[in-house]
């Protein structure tokens, strides 16, 4: 994609997402999924910097 597709995509995407639920048991997830996120973006970029 070009530059101005992808955060149009990223941001398209997000305004998908169905925004109603559980808020305890999503606010109960929190932590790990603040754990993941980070265990991705230190993937993502250790991989990239390796290129």
């Given at each position: 994609?070009?530059?101005?597709?992808?955060?149009?995509?990223?941001?398209?995407?997000?305004?998908?997402?169905?925004?109603?639920?559980?808020?305890d048991k999503a606010n109960s997830h929190r932590r790990s999924?603040?754990?993941?996120?980070?265990?991705?973006?230190?993937?993502?970029?250790?991989?990239?910097?390796?290129?």
């Open positions: 994609m070009a530059g101005a597709e992808l955060p149009r995509a990223v941001l398209e995407q997000l305004r998908a997402v169905d925004r109603y639920g559980d808020w999924r603040a754990l993941l996120m980070r265990e991705y973006l230190r993937r993502a970029l250790g991989a990239g910097a390796r290129r």
